[in-house]
């Protein structure tokens, strides 16, 4: 499938809508897309890829936790101790599968981001960069933080990935939470420590 073509993209954005069979769902997965082509644009990432990466990331977020052991072990995939304690994180390895299964996806670029965007991980693209950080900040999210990490998003994917993956860090702390080990990988990388402190200011017009 071409990620440059608008009709090919136009019959994908109703074969997603009918593979999750949920409003809300497929909603967030378009306002993904979008937040994902506009990071890319900004940052010189290809927006096609991009934006296909985005709409397909949350193919497998709607199976259960069950669905999810069973889908991943009917394919081989190595399931780590943290995995099979919180089967919600397979949902990315999975869509990503059901990514080239399902829709002929193909494109490792593509693939490496949906598998990515929910925890990150050790090595980051600068498109993973962009898919994981449109899947924290489309415009749905609701925390207070947000405009201002998108504002950063838009003029520096790794100032985005460091401020975002160190609020996802302490939120986890904060309620008792363990983050997953990838994400500790990926804050190693973009250096986010957890200790709580004010984000930078950014002018208004990065928006």
């Given at each position: ?75 081989g995939f190595f399931i780590d101790d943290f995995e099979r304690a919180h089967p919600v ?119």
């Amino acid at each position: 499938m071409s990620a440059h073509d608008p009709a090919s993209f136009v019959n994908l954005l109703r074969r997603v809508r009918e593979h999750l069979r949920q409003d809300d769902r497929y909603a967030h997965s378009v306002r993904v897309a979008r937040s994902a082509g506009t990071l890319a644009q900004r940052h010189g990432v290809d927006a096609s890829k991009a934006r296909l990466a985005g709409l397909l990331h949350d193919l497998a977020r709607l199976y259960s936790a069950a669905q999810l052991l069973d889908e991943c072990e009917k394919r081989g995939f190595f399931i780590d101790d943290f995995e099979r304690a919180h089967p919600v994180l397979l949902h990315a390895r999975l869509g990503a599968a059901l990514a080239w299964e399902q829709f002929g996806i193909d494109d490792p670029d593509v693939l490496s981001a949906i598998e990515k965007h929910t925890t990150a991980a050790g090595e980051m693209s600068p498109l993973d960069c962009v898919v994981y950080l449109a899947d924290s900040l489309e415009p749905a999210r609701k925390f207070a933080e947000r405009p201002v990490l998108w504002r950063i998003a838009l003029l520096d994917l790794e100032d985005a990935m460091r401020e975002t993956l160190a609020l996802a860090i302490r939120r986890h702390e904060r309620k008792g939470l363990a983050p997953a080990p990838p994400t500790l990988a990926a804050a190693a990388l973009f250096g986010a420590g957890s200790k709580p402190g004010e984000l930078p200011e950014v002018q208004a017009s990065a928006s």
